[in-house]
């Protein structure tokens, strides 16, 4: 009996020494399930810029989306230098959010974007175009996930609903409805 705890014990060492890990179970390689950060599985700094660069020509492109904001208080002017300056701000974004070592340089949401006039169905749009790069660049599901939660924590400081002026109900009697 001695003998097999014994041998037991020396194969369980050496099986363990020659998996490469302290603990059988647990793997000490960086880059297996998420032990990664949401950086790093994205392919940091150089992935993420591509997944910017397809979203904003996409997004400009979006009839959908009213990108140059005209017939706002601000409208925004899509030449190359605001398009690179975007496009710097948002890959910073979304590499510091991902866990990455770049800073955000940008204005805070709410000034960014304040007097805009973003609606939800825009927001919703820009949010799908986001999701196509992402797609295109086979951004996997857990990372799309956790980058659009991301996304999804800034609407309240970016759509700003513009409402219908309301109509006392004693101005309603009077307004001429067709026939």
Not at 101 to 123: C, L, S, V, W
Not at 138 to 148: H, I, P, R, T, Y
Request: contains cysteine.
């Amino acid at each position: 009996m001695t003998q097999t705890l014994k041998l037991i014990g020396i194969f369980t060492i050496t099986f363990i020494l020659l998996s490469g890990s302290s603990q059988p179970g647990f793997s000490e390689n960086e880059n297996e399930g998420h032990a990664q950060s949401l950086y790093a599985r994205l392919g940091g700094q150089p992935a993420i810029q591509a997944i910017v660069t397809d979203f904003v020509a996409r997004a400009i492109s979006d009839s959908k989306v009213n990108f140059t904001r005209k017939g706002t208080d601000r409208p925004w002017i899509a030449n190359p230098e605001n398009v690179e300056l975007l496009k710097k701000h948002l890959v910073q974004f979304f590499c510091s959010a991902a866990g990455g070592p770049e800073k955000y340089e940008g204005q805070d949401m709410k000034t960014a974007h304040f007097g805009r006039k973003i609606t939800t169905d825009e927001f919703d749009t820009l949010v799908e175009d986001l999701k196509s790069s992402f797609d295109k660049f086979n951004v996997g599901e857990e990372e799309q996930k956790e980058l659009l939660s991301t996304v999804e924590s800034t609407r309240a400081e970016i759509v700003e609903e513009v409402k219908a002026p309301e109509i006392p109900e004693q101005d309603l009697a009077v307004l001429p409805f067709p026939k």
